[in-house]
T-cell receptor
Framework: ETGVTQSPTHLIKTRGQQVTLRCSSQ?????VSWYQQALGQGPQFIFQ???????GRGNFPPRFSGLQFPNYSSELNVNALELDDSALYLC?????FGAGELFFGEGSRLTVL | AQKITQTQPGMFVQEKEAVTLDCTYD???????LFWYKQPSSGEMIFLIY??????QNATEGRYSLNFQKARKSANLVISASQLGDSAMYFC?????????????FGRGTSLIVHP
């Protein structure tokens, strides 16, 4: 148990729709990062938030956006869904944005039809 | 830019034998952390072991040890006494400084199958 929970665990959307994925971090963890993991691939870094501000972003378009809240929860929003957005989305929390360990949730599996 | 390379798409090992999973990394920053994660078919990422770039000793956690060779930029995972439950995907990852924030980078993974 990492103390990081994600919801929903599975969801199906159609192309063009919008989706919001949620993550609840470990208490006291100021940093949350989000990843997209396509089938058979390693996790790809989407972005990272530290104390409610974006603190690093991977090579993802602006239709991927996020929020981090003071209660250690966060959201990943994806607008104008495309078929290639089908993937497992993982969030991870950490004490800070340094080089320390990442604690992962179990992921949200998104299917876009 | 930082990069993680795992050159073994799949590995097979006999139960109770040891196995080494390879990982090389590339970064220009002197401060970074190296990690290994296990991902069973259920999808969750399970933390196995961590090595800081300034750590003098190789990290060990139970049956897991990390063979850290800084000059060669390698961070191989050694699993001793393999068990059937070790069958999973294994990812090497790094958190290195990029513009002031530590961006995590993952390799493509190695699929480990443990035979009875």
């Amino acid at each position: 148990e990492t103390g990081v929970t994600q919801s929903p665990t599975h969801l199906i959307k159609t192309r063009g729709q919008q989706v919001t994925l949620r993550c609840s971090s470990q208490s006291g963890h100021n940093t949350v990062s989000w990843y997209q993991q396509a089938l058979g691939q390693g996790p790809q870094f989407i972005f990272q938030y530290y104390r409610e501000e974006e603190n690093g972003r991977g090579n993802f378009p602006p239709r991927f956006s996020g929020l981090q809240f003071p209660n250690y929860s966060s959201e990943l929003n994806v607008n104008a869904l495309e078929l290639d957005d089908s993937a497992l989305y993982l969030c991870a929390s950490s004490l800070d944005f340094g080089a320390g360990e990442l604690f992962f949730g179990e992921g949200s599996r998104l299917t876009v039809l | 830019a930082q990069k993680i390379t795992q050159t073994q798409p799949g590995m097979f090992v006999q139960e109770k034998e040891a196995v080494t999973l390879d990982c090389t990394y590339d970064t220009s920053d002197p401060s970074y952390g190296l990690f290994w994660y296990k991902q069973p078919s259920s999808g969750e990422m399970i933390f196995l072991i961590y090595q800081g770039s300034y750590d003098q000793q190789n990290a060990t956690e139970g049956r897991y040890s990390l063979n850290f060779q800084k000059a060669r930029k390698s961070a191989n995972l050694v699993i001793s006494a393999s068990q059937l439950g070790d069958s999973a995907m294994y990812f090497c990852a790094m958190r290195g400084a990029s513009g002031g924030s530590y961006i995590p980078t993952f390799g493509r993974g190695t699929s480990l199958i443990v035979h009875p």
